[in-house]
């Protein structure tokens, strides 16, 4: 298995913390993620395709799409070629893995934050259906546009698969995630609406998360960042070619992406920002950890609702996958709607001390949330804020869990390395 990183938070105790009084002066984050890791593996097996299950096992399906779009532009190939010929099963699997992990961060991740058990047959459920699902990944793995790699039965195939899968995810949104019918769950259009929703409906982890969030300050967790462009609006094209040529010729902006020199949020409050509830929300709390929830509930049952072809008004664009070609450096990027957000792929050459060297940058909607002085370390901080506020200190187990529950939403696709350091001290004290 290959080491991916982690994201460090770095607590630093004030004074006169004792154990089971513990108090916070400082706290920061570090994104020690292993980046270049594609690139680098890609260089001695000859194929980035090959290793992509194994650098990114929780969305393989994403970047394997979003992989491929990348080299089509740079080949010549438009996506619309490939929607035509693949009906449109790489925007579907898109969606189904989004839906699919959605569950899993709604149901098993948040079930740590707090004490609520998850139903063993729901879950023996759910494992079936994401293991159905390597079945549409083996397809995309075995479609190749640029080759002419193209088996049309196995297309077929995926698409009744996707289909079979949604159908079954309804009732796994009902009984992991909601308690209700996603299409329930989506006529929510106002804050005492969702607030009934999580009131009286404690059956499921997600509502004892939203109650949860309640019982903590407003603004608790909140973020002050502009979000990411996402691909269908207007000013999305200027956004990806500064993105390629910053990835292009910038060593370090891989790890620390920003957008008009600043840092972004990602996700789906992005998405969902145009969904009454979610403006509603926003207008109250702002941007905080109880909105992103909301916000990721909204777009788990929306992710549903498109698979299923379902109508309703207040759903976001369908997720596309954004291809731009520059060829004045054979190169090419990508981006595409995930679980968490905007993932980019972005390839061609580029002047080293040897000659032109072919490079493969990856921006995962981690690196925008937990960039330097981005979206996590303001969720970070408005945490400690919160701990500071109540004026009594807390045991280590509380001190974790608010931290987890600050930064729940921005939800990084590796662990979160909690340490906590007295003051005085460089190394941890415990970990």
């Known amino acids: 298995m290959i080491d991916a990183g982690v994201i460090t938070v770095d607590l630093l105790l004030a004074p006169e913390s004792r154990p089971g009084d513990l108090r916070v002066r400082r706290a920061s984050l570090l994104n020690e993620r292993t980046l270049n890791l594609m690139d680098r593996l890609a260089r001695s097996l000859g194929s980035c395709r090959e290793v992509v299950p194994l650098v990114f096992s929780l969305c393989p399906c994403a970047h ?3 992989l491929d779009a990348a080299e089509r532009a740079a080949a010549g190939l438009a996506e619309d070629e490939r929607r035509t010929v693949d009906g449109c099963l790489a925007e579907r699997a898109l969606m189904l893995e989004a839906l699919l992990e959605n569950i899993r ?3 098993l991740d948040a079930s740590k934050l707090v004490c609520v058990p998850v139903q063993a047959d729901s879950l023996a459920a759910y494992a079936k259906a994401r293991a159905g699902f390597s079945g549409v990944i083996r397809t995309l793995q075995g479609f190749n546009l640029v080759t002419g790699q193209v088996d049309e039965d196995a297309l077929l195939e995926a698409h009744r698969l996707i289909d079979r899968l949604t159908a079954d995810c309804e009732g796994l949104l009902a009984s992991l995630v909601f308690g209700i019918s996603p299409e329930a769950f989506l006529e929510m259009t106002e804050p005492v609406q969702y607030a009934a929703w999580y009131g009286t409906n404690a059956s499921t982890v997600a509502s004892a998360l939203a109650y949860r969030y309640h019982a903590l300050p407003a603004a608790f967790g909140a973020l002050d ?3 990411v ?9 200027d956004f990806a070619d500064e993105m390629y040529h910053r990835l292009r010729n910038e060593a370090d902006f891989e790890a620390e992406p920003v957008y008009r020199r600043r840092p972004s949020f990602t ?10 509830l979610v403006e509603a929300l926003c207008a109250t709390a702002g941007q905080s950890a109880g909105t992103l929830l909301a916000a990721r509930l909204l777009d788990t049952a929306a ?9 309703h008004e207040n759903l976001p664009a369908l997720p596309e996958v954004y291809t731009m070609r520059l060829p004045d450096t054979c190169g090419a990027i990508a981006c595409a709607t995930t679980a968490r957000g905007l993932l980019t792929h972005a390839s061609g050459f580029r002047q080293s001390r040897s000659g032109l060297e072919h490079f493969h940058a990856v921006v995962s909607p981690t690196e925008w949330q937990f960039a330097p002085e981005g979206p996590g370390q303001q969720a970070l901080e408005s945490a400690v804020r919160h701990l500071k506020r109540s004026g009594a200190g807390v045991d280590e187990e509380t001190l974790r869990n608010i931290i987890r529950l600050a930064l729940f939403g921005l939800d ?3 662990p979160l390395d909690i340490r906590l350091r007295a003051a005085g001290r460089s190394d941890t004290c415990m970990k």
Not at 230 to 236: G, M, R, S
Not at 267 to 276: D, I, S, T, Y
Not at 303 to 311: K, T, V
């Open 64 to 66: 394997l799409v979003t």
């Open 105 to 107: 961060v709604l149901a």
């Open 225 to 227: 960042c502009p979000p």
């Open 229 to 237: 462009p996402q691909p269908h609006e207007l000013d999305f094209p």
């Open 267 to 276: 996700g789906a409050l992005v998405r969902e920002a145009g969904h009454p």
């Open 303 to 311: 992710f549903w609702a498109q698979l299923a072809h379902r109508e």
């Open 412 to 414: 990084a696709c590796v």
